[in-house]
């Protein structure tokens, strides 16, 4: 979803308030399931950046996180 909306990792994590090497090792797969929080956080921050996700997207992530 941050390459579709185009923001820079260290933005995204600073709009997100987590670490950028954090969000770096979510994104390469090393680590694995991030916290009902985190997901959330980066959710928002996306939606933030652009309206081109929908609902649909959003709701995908936040049942992910439980």
Do not use: Q
């Amino acid at each position: 979803m941050r390459k579709r909306a185009k923001p820079t990792r260290t933005a995204l994590a600073e709009a997100s308030y987590i670490d950028p090497k954090y969000l770096w090792n979510l994104e390469h797969g090393i680590s694995r399931n991030p916290g009902r929080r985190i997901l959330i956080d980066l959710t928002r921050a996306l939606v933030a950046y652009t309206k081109m996700f929908s609902e649909e997207d959003v709701d995908k992530v936040l049942k992910a996180a439980g």
